[in-house]
T-cell receptor, first 117, second 111 residues
Framework: AQKITQTQPGMFVQEKEAVTLDCTYD???????LFWYKQPSSGEMIFLIY????DQQNATEGRYSLNFQKARKSANLVISASQLGDSAMYFC??????????????WGLGTSLAVNP | DVKVTQSSRYLVKRTGEKVFLECVQD?????MFWYRQDPGLGLRLIYF???????EKGDIPEGYSVSREKKERFSLILESASTNQTSMYLC??????????FGEGSWLTVV
């Protein structure tokens, strides 16, 4: 069965420091994609970063990078130089790419990040 | 810019009312989704649609139905709203690319 686990319900980080949000996954699909989304208190889901299972390099988008360790089935999000505006819920999600399972996203329960000034 | 628009941001309905939540996307995406989000439960898939007039049940379809008469519009219907359907509802869409785009969310309170 496909599953996403985010073990940290809440995290604190000091402004300007880096923080790592954990995500582990389980899937039997040979090809899959991993996503991170940010959800501020206003409610909208903001796409941050994507990693394909066959991508050779770890994904990066500005201050966001994804520490992808395929053998360990982990896809941790690293936020460098935290800003107050980074305070939000962060969700890890996975999408399988086999023929019968390529549309649904599997979601973790999220990590609430608070950035302290 | 890709846009997914949910018709109502905040709604208050009475128990037993029929409720329509509308979602429109402007990127010609094939796939559209309705989720509900509750504290501690994350996002749970209600229904999704992969083409006009096509739909599939998600993880929690009970008490809900959907309609996709046009490619850009995916409606979520609560035939007879109940208090346990008080929640935040999120619509999303995706095409052949990897990114899934979300609307701003609809906060529904059933009293």
């Amino acid at each position: 069965a496909q599953k996403i686990t985010q073990t940290q319900p809440g995290m604190f980080v000091q402004e300007k420091e880096a923080v790592t949000l954990d995500c582990t996954y389980d899937t039997s699909d040979p090809s899959y994609g991993l996503f991170w989304y940010k959800q501020p208190s206003s409610g909208e889901m903001i796409f941050l970063i994507y990693q394909g299972s066959y991508d050779q390099q770890n994904a990066t988008e500005g201050r966001y990078s994804l520490n992808f360790q395929k053998a360990r089935k982990s896809a941790n999000l690293v936020i460098s130089a935290s800003q107050l505006g980074d305070s939000a819920m962060y969700f890890c999600a996975m999408r399988g790419y086999n023929a019968g399972n390529n549309r649904k996203l599997i979601w973790g329960l999220g990590t609430s990040l608070a950035v302290n000034p | 810019d890709v846009k997914v628009t949910q018709s109502s941001r905040y709604l208050v309905k009475r128990t037993g009312e029929k409720v329509f939540l509308e979602c429109v996307q402007d990127m010609d995406h094939e796939n559209m989704f309705w989720y509900r989000q509750d504290p501690g439960l994350g996002l749970r898939l209600i229904y999704f649609s992969y083409d006009v007039k096509m739909k599939e049940k998600g993880d929690i379809p009970e008490g809900y139905s959907v309609s996709r008469e046009k490619k850009e519009r995916f409606s979520l219907i609560l035939e007879s709203a109940s208090t346990n359907q008080t929640s935040m509802y999120l619509c999303a869409s995706t095409g052949s690319g990897n990114t899934i785009y979300f609307g701003e969310g609809s906060w529904l309170t059933v009293v």
